[in-house]
Nanobody, 125 residues
Framework: QVQLVESGGGSVQAGGSLRLSCAAS?????MAWFRQAPGKEREGVAR????????YYADSVKSRFTVSQGNAKNTLYLQMNSLKPEDTAMYYC?????????????????????WGQGTQVTISS
């Protein structure tokens, strides 16, 4: 069983920055950040194939968000800059033990078996 624990959420004004962290209990192969705002579907924000550094970003966050792994393969970060009110959501870390999960064109929530509890990000205008 893989356990994921997110941290780093909070409330900032538009234009500010936050850095989310995700610690996994074991080394994984494909990790991603999703977000879900009230009344909306869960959206894949960024994804990374660990070790190979292959990344994916949703169009809405390109050039503003950066996903990276820590020195250990069981840590994941999301640096979020130039934050906008529309970035307000619960952010979730997701992981899978298989590299193939990172091969799809878009990250899909159903592809990831392991999830963190989420961390709230609130951006005020």
């Amino acid at each position: 069983q893989v356990q994921l624990v997110e941290s780093g959420g909070g409330s900032v004004q538009a234009g500010g920055s936050l850095r989310l962290s995700c610690a996994a209990s074991v080394s994984t192969s494909c990790m991603a950040w999703f977000r879900q705002a009230p009344g909306k579907e869960r959206e894949g924000v960024a994804r990374i194939k660990l070790g190979g550094f292959t990344t994916y970003y949703a169009d809405s966050v390109k050039s503003r968000f950066t996903v990276s792994q820590g020195n250990a393969k069981n840590t994941l970060y999301l640096q979020m800059n130039s934050l906008k009110p529309e970035d307000t959501a619960m952010y979730y870390c997701a992981a899978d033990l298989y590299y193939s999960t990172c091969y799809s064109a878009l990250p899909r929530a159903t592809d990831f078996p392991y999830w963190g509890q989420g961390t709230q990000v609130t951006i005020s205008s």
